[in-house]
């Protein structure tokens, strides 16, 4: 089941001493601000991306249904900041403004989250060696235990990343297009899990294999539209990755944010769910709908609106 909430969206929401340095087009980025009204301009340009999530989950007999409301503010193409909203059993939502600080280079530089209450309730530091990843750290201020500090090596077409205090690594590895194709992570030398991904030619992902903690082999469909999130996501395309758990299948993010087409369908072991997407008059996309009922133990929805600049 929880593979399935993948599928839908895995967000929700990125070398230097004696090695080659990859393609610095992958971990840099900047822009100007701007922004705008939508209309039905053929013009892809973002001004916000909306994603609302309803998930409900029976465990252990009792009812678990979560909220979540997500505005990306987006600016020439890259985000900006954004809100995220969260409500539980249809309680009162908590609400949390995220910010994003940039160096000169347009790097970003951290991430942080602050409450209703003004208080930072949690923050990503990243830090940059020779224009490249070396260290990201996260501080969850309420609870220590969910800290993290990840540190980096790049050998040729390799980062490895180790977490400190613990003997979690990970091995991605990337083609001669800069795009990941295998995540494999160990617990010393055990393998635990590894997820291998194939694109087509045209830039769409193909599928995505995963063996270990996770056995799953996806297959990718797209629409023959512009996705709008690819140049807004390739923006820091390493970091969005390089700071995910180990054991977070990556295909489903890529199929959402980083493909050339719309996602609006995928085969999971033989199973196929298509999405609802809406385009306005321009044929470019204003919406998509995910939805899917399993009876009374999980239900999920995703709804996402595009708004456009004009």
């Given at each position: 089941m929880k593979k399935l909430v993948l599928i839908a969206f895995a967000l929700s929401l990125v070398t230097?001493?004696?090695?080659?340095?990859?393609?610095?087009?992958?971990?840099?980025?900047?822009?100007?601000?701007?922004?705008?009204?939508?209309?039905?301009?053929?013009?892809?340009?973002?001004s916000s991306y909306e994603l609302d999530t309803d998930l409900f989950v029976s465990f252990l007999g009792l009812p678990i249904e979560t909220t979540t409301n997500s505005l990306f503010n987006i600016s020439n193409n890259i985000?900006?900041?954004g809100t995220n909203q969260i409500s539980a059993n249809q309680g009162p939502f908590e609400t949390e403004n995220q910010s994003i600080t940039r160096n000169s280079s347009g790097q970003i530089i951290s991430f942080s989250s602050v409450n209703a209450q003004g208080t930072t309730t949690n923050e990503t530091l990243v830090t940059y060696t020779n224009g490249v990843i070396s260290q990201i750290s996260y501080d969850y201020y309420e609870n220590d235990e969910d800290d993290y500090v990840y540190n980096f090596t790049y050998d040729g077409n390799t980062i490895t990343r180790t977490e400190e205090n613990t003997t979690i690594s990970t091995v991605f590895t990337v083609d001669s297009a800069d795009r990941i194709i295998k995540k494999e992570s160990f617990d010393g030398d055990f393998?635990?899990?590894t997820e291998t991904i194939a694109y087509t030619a045209n830039g769409n992902i193909s599928s995505s294999t995963t063996t270990g903690?996770?056995?799953?082999?996806?297959t990718y469909q797209f629409d023959d539209q512009e996705?709008?999130?690819?140049?807004?996501?390739?923006?820091n395309y390493l970091l969005q990755f390089l700071e995910d758990d180990?054991?977070?299948?990556?295909?489903?993010?890529?199929?959402?944010?980083?493909?050339?087409?719309n996602w609006n369908a995928a085969n999971f072991n033989g199973s196929t769910f298509t999405f609802d997407l809406d385009y306005n008059t321009a044929g470019r996309i204003s919406s998509r709908v995910i939805a899917y009922d399993f009876g009374p133990e999980f239900a999920?929805?995703?709804?996402e609106r595009f708004n456009y600049v004009n």
């Amino acid at each position: 089941m929880k593979k399935l909430v993948l599928i839908a969206f895995a967000l929700s929401l990125v070398t230097a001493c004696n090695t080659e340095p990859l393609d610095p087009e992958l971990t840099s980025g900047g822009g100007d601000t701007g922004g705008g009204s939508g209309s039905e301009s053929a013009d892809l340009m973002l001004s916000s991306y909306e994603l609302d999530t309803d998930l409900f989950v029976s465990f252990l007999g009792l009812p678990i249904e979560t909220t979540t409301n997500s505005l990306f503010n987006i600016s020439n193409n890259i985000v900006v900041g954004g809100t995220n909203q969260i409500s539980a059993n249809q309680g009162p939502f908590e609400t949390e403004n995220q910010s994003i600080t940039r160096n000169s280079s347009g790097q970003i530089i951290s991430f942080s989250s602050v409450n209703a209450q003004g208080t930072t309730t949690n923050e990503t530091l990243v830090t940059y060696t020779n224009g490249v990843i070396s260290q990201i750290s996260y501080d969850y201020y309420e609870n220590d235990e969910d800290d993290y500090v990840y540190n980096f090596t790049y050998d040729g077409n390799t980062i490895t990343r180790t977490e400190e205090n613990t003997t979690i690594s990970t091995v991605f590895t990337v083609d001669s297009a800069d795009r990941i194709i295998k995540k494999e992570s160990f617990d010393g030398d055990f393998v635990l899990q590894t997820e291998t991904i194939a694109y087509t030619a045209n830039g769409n992902i193909s599928s995505s294999t995963t063996t270990g903690e996770i056995e799953s082999n996806t297959t990718y469909q797209f629409d023959d539209q512009e996705n709008p999130l690819k140049v807004v996501f390739e923006d820091n395309y390493l970091l969005q990755f390089l700071e995910d758990d180990y054991s977070e299948e990556l295909g489903p993010q890529i199929a959402q944010f980083l493909s050339t087409n719309n996602w609006n369908a995928a085969n999971f072991n033989g199973s196929t769910f298509t999405f609802d997407l809406d385009y306005n008059t321009a044929g470019r996309i204003s919406s998509r709908v995910i939805a899917y009922d399993f009876g009374p133990e999980f239900a999920f929805e995703f709804n996402e609106r595009f708004n456009y600049v004009n």
